[in-house]
Nanobody
Framework: QVQLVESGGGSVQPAGSLRLSCVASGYTGSLYYVAWFRQAPGKEREGVAAIVAPYGYTFYTDSVKGRFTVSRDDFKNIFYLQMNSLRPEDTAMYYC??????????????????WGQGTQVTVSS
């Protein structure tokens, strides 16, 4: 089993920055994709960014390219989402998720079976 715990959410003004953290514990060595998803009220869960845990390859949804960066600290088993130039439309609950399978669809939420509890990000003036 793998446990994921997110932190780092909060309220920020437009154009501000936040860094989300996801601490992974348990059998983390077998993780293949670790991804960040978000869900705003009344909307479907959306894949934001993903990283191939063994190799560091990254994937992003178009709306965050150039603004968000996903990374990992192998020694600490922590995954990060650095979010810059935040916009009101980035407001959502953000979730960290993991899967041990290379499904070829790193931003599809149905491919993930390990989920954190979420951390709220609010972008507002």
């Amino acid at each position: 089993q793998v446990q994921l715990v997110e932190s780092g959410g909060g309220s920020v003004q437009p154009a501000g920055s936040l860094r989300l953290s996801c601490v992974a514990s348990g059998y983390t060595g077998s993780l293949y994709y670790v991804a960040w998803f978000r869900q705003a009220p009344g909307k479907e869960r959306e894949g934001v960014a993903a990283i191939v845990a063994p190799y560091g390859y990254t994937f992003y949804t178009d709306s965050v390219k150039g603004r968000f960066t996903v990374s990992r600290d192998d020694f600490k088993n922590i995954f990060y989402l650095q979010m810059n130039s935040l916009r009101p439309e980035d407001t959502a609950m953000y979730y960290c998720a993991g899967t041990k399978i290379n499904t070829g669809r790193p931003l599809s939420p149905i491919e993930y079976n390990y989920w954190g509890q979420g951390t709220q990000v609010t972008v507002s003036s």
